[in-house]
């Protein structure tokens, strides 16, 4: 299918309506070559009431929304589309918050969980890695809330970068939260993040040998006698993303965020970085659409609890 969407808010409100529209535009994308009943592999269907669409050979049901991460929802997709399009259409996003305000929602809560539905359709399954020049390194998120988790929960969290290089700048990044800065998570990381053969360039950590023999070219650059600090200027892009990142969870979230969530928004701030140049907010709004229906649904309770760093999918299988 032809990449097809809204360019402008006024297209957006005369195509995204009425919930029949939002119910087709996301057939499309979820099926590309038309529907197919899964019972019987009849093609005809038609739309009923509550986001299903019955097949006319098999008078079969099927659930549009089922394993997307609209599956039993209780908003209408208007709603969802309209989500999507604030999220996709301010440079640093929209914090649960103002989504709750613009939507009119009943709650703080239906927003934020909102948000991190479409956090984790930012993330493309299987997308592909890096590759090229690579830089990668930690920085240390500090000022996260301690909520619930209480002790054990010291506000800080640690992320190693990937960065991409572009010529002088930054190509495209991967970003995780690891639980430490020991070998078996930064080499874990370097797996998921980049293509092997690639050139991994880090500074003088320890934990960072080794990465030969998992296929990459290692370059080491280090300053004699000083320590992690001195890396901005060995390591520019993996810094220049550090600090754009601080100033982003500080600025959209104000920091109201607890280590079990920043993945999520790790998410975000990667989509949004690796589409800074794409000027079409229709497309980005298309692209999150897309993976919505490809990403499994994710039950509130599964998010509240966050997500362990080992289990986070760009360390996962889908990476
Ligand atoms: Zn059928």
Redesign the pocket.
């Known amino acids: 299918m032809l990449e097809d969407y809204p360019k402008t808010m006024l297209e957006f409100d005369h195509r995204f309506g009425r919930e029949a529209q939002c119910l087709e535009y996301l057939c499309a994308l979820r099926w590309p070559q038309g529907v197919a ?6 093609r005809k269907v038609w739309p009923m009431k509550g986001g299903r669409l019955l ?1 006319s ?4 049901q099927i659930r549009v929304m089922a394993g997307t991460i609209f599956q039993d929802t209780h908003q209408p997709l208007r709603v969802w589309f309209h989500a999507i399009w604030q999220l996709t259409g301010q440079k640093y996003g929209a914090s649960a918050l103002g989504l709750q305000r613009i939507l009119g929602l009943g709650s703080y809560q239906t927003a934020w969980t909102m948000l991190h539905k479409l956090r984790r359709a930012m993330v493309r399954p299987g997308r592909d890695r890096l590759t090229g020049r690579v830089e990668v390194d930690e920085t240390q998120i500090g000022g996260l809330t301690r909520g619930r988790k209480g002790r054990g929960n010291p506000g800080k969290a640690l992320v190693i970068i990937a960065a991409q290089e572009e010529g002088k700048g930054v190509g495209r990044i991967r970003l995780a939260r690891i639980p430490d800065g020991s070998a078996q998570h930064l080499h874990a990381f370097v797996l998921s993040a980049i293509e092997l053969k690639s050139q991994v360039h880090t500074d003088g950590w320890k934990p960072y040998q080794g990465l030969e023999a998992l296929g990459y070219e290692h370059q080491i650059s280090k300053l004699k006698g000083q320590g992690k600090e001195a890396a901005t200027e060995l390591l520019p892009r993996v810094h220049l993303v550090a600090s754009l990142l601080k100033r982003w969870l500080l600025g959209t979230h104000q920091g109201a965020i607890s280590p079990e969530h920043l993945d999520y928004y790790l998410d975000e701030f990667t989509f949004r970085f690796n589409r800074r140049k794409s000027a079409s907010r229709g497309k980005l709004f298309y692209r999150v659409v897309q993976q919505a229906t490809q990403v499994p649904p994710a039950p509130y309770k599964l998010i509240v609890g966050g997500n362990p760093a080992a289990n986070h999918t760009p360390l996962g299988s889908v990476a």
């Open positions: 009943c899964p019972r019987c592999g009849g097949c050979n098999c008078r079969h």
